[in-house]
């Protein structure tokens, strides 16, 4: 197949890339810069220039593809811009012209989610793959609702949702180098109350997989779980950061955690969120194989790419 991936020079893209040409597949990377393109160029992918906001282009990318994954996402806009929103709506918009592109093709469309999209609407459980998010506790709910809308269109679309921490030495903008961050700040590495609320995890290989499986074989209107760790406790993360920084490990109050973390991560720091990936396993036979959160974080190279 001829695969069209948006985000494709990033941390989960690239190695993506590099899976499918190996599984035999083509594979066009989106670039908005000239640096993605030599990167992803160099992969051994075509290029096609363009960005979230070319709207026409990635219908057109996506019509002359025999599948796309969706990976990219406006988190400099989310986060440093602070109008998560508006990188929302951009989101809607993309997944539109892309799934407008594929109307009636049978072809695969996957696009990307997150776990924690559900540990407002499911308690006390871990959550599976069936639970469906609730629009007024996370709004990418509506990015599933509208891919999965295509799944009644003639697109064979499905969802992967990745845990919090897709780690790996690749990965140098996400929660864990942000936890990193903050502990090399404060001089101490910092769970709330007991550090009982519990983190899905899932190794960037491992991930990258779960992609191709989907792309390959998924059922149209399928939802999958990138989660290789049903939930690790956040305290056994602040422990693993304190361990590799060589700082102390200390309990904060629910209050504190806006002022220690940040408004963003201190609020997802709590967030209970223990996930099975059960039926995932089952139905496109996906096996985890790759380090752990812990270990992987006891391996260095968070410590030595993670700046302050």
């Not at 991936?5 to 499918?20: D, M, N, Q």
């Not at 599984?23 to 000239?34: F, I, K, P, Y």
């Not at 539109?96 to 989610?113: R, Y």
């Not at 410590?303 to 302050?308: H, K, L, P, V």
């Amino acid at each position: 197949m001829r695969i069209f991936i948006t985000g494709a020079s990033g941390h989960i893209g690239l190695p993506l890339v590099r899976e499918l040409l190996q599984a035999g597949h083509e594979v066009v990377g989106l670039a908005r810069s000239e640096a993605s393109a030599r990167t992803i160029a160099a992969a051994g992918a075509a290029v096609r220039r363009g960005d979230l906001d070319d709207l026409d282009g990635l219908r057109d990318a996506s019509r002359h593809a025999d599948g796309v994954v969706h990976l990219a996402f406006k988190h400099d806009l989310a986060l440093a811009g602070g109008d998560f929103m508006g990188a929302v709506a951009a989101d809607l918009r993309a997944v539109e012209a892309i799934g407008d592109g594929l109307v009636d093709s049978g072809k695969p469309f996957v696009n990307t989610s997150g776990t924690m999209l559900l540990a407002h609407s499911v308690l006390g459980r871990p959550c599976v793959e069936d639970d469906a998010g609730q629009a007024g506790g996370n709004p990418r709910v509506a990015s599933e609702d509208l891919s999965l809308a295509y799944a009644k269109r003639g697109v064979r679309a499905s969802i992967v949702r990745l845990a919090p921490t897709v780690h790996s030495s690749l990965d140098h903008y996400g929660f864990v180098p942000m936890i990193i961050a903050a502990a090399r700040k404060n001089g101490f590495s910092t769970y709330v109350g007991e550090g009982a609320a519990r983190w899905p995890a899932v190794h960037t290989l491992d991930a990258v997989r779960l992609y191709r499986l989907a792309l390959e074989s998924a059922l149209a209107g399928s939802r999958f779980h990138a989660a290789a760790e049903e939930g690790v406790p956040f305290r056994s993360i602040a422990e693993a950061v304190a361990r590799g920084l060589g700082v102390p490990a200390k309990s904060i109050p629910a209050e504190e955690a806006a002022r220690i973390f940040g408004g963003f991560l201190g609020m997802v720091t709590q967030l209970d969120n223990p996930t099975s990936s059960a039926r995932t396993r089952e139905l496109l036979g996906w096996t985890p194989t790759h380090a752990s959160l812990v270990a992987d974080i006891a391996e260095g190279h968070y410590f030595a790419t993670t700046s302050a």
